[in-house]
Nanobody
Framework: QVQLVESGGQLVQAGGSLRLSCAASGRPFSSYAVGWFRQAPEKEREFVAGVSWSGATTHYAVSVKGRFTISRDNAKNTADLQMSSLKPEDTAVYYC???????????????????WGQGTQVTVSS
């Protein structure tokens, strides 16, 4: 099993940028696709971005496309989420998650991920 730890969340003004990082340990990180999800108070957890095992394929939620960029470095066992042009509605706890089923990749479905980090708080002030 892989263990995930997120970092980088903080308070930022609207229009600003932030980079979140997800550090993995345990099983080889290249065995997993990675997703970023977020959950705002009283809302369901939602998909933000996903990256394939090699990093060649990415997916984004419509709400963040063009503003967020997901990347990974398998040699460093990290996956990052670069966020720019942040809006107050981006305020949430952000989670990274690991997905192992290589032949049935469904990056959008939180229930299909194998492991989750503890989350990092991002707050965007207006």
């Amino acid at each position: 099993q892989v263990q995930l730890v997120e970092s980088g969340g903080q308070l930022v003004q609207a229009g600003g940028s932030l980079r979140l990082s997800c550090a993995a340990s345990g099983r080889p990180f290249s065995s997993y696709a990675v997703g970023w999800f977020r959950q705002a108070p009283e809302k369901e957890r939602e998909f933000v971005a996903g990256v394939s095992w090699s990093g060649a394929t990415t997916h984004y939620a419509v709400s963040v496309k063009g503003r967020f960029t997901i990347s990974r470095d398998n040699a460093k066992n990290t996956a990052d989420l670069q966020m720019s042009s942040l809006k107050p509605e981006d305020t949430a706890v952000y989670y990274c998650a690991a997905y192992s089923d290589y032949f049935r990749w469904d990056p959008f479905s939180a229930g299909k991920y194998d492991a989750w980090g503890q989350g990092t708080q991002v707050t965007v002030s207006s």
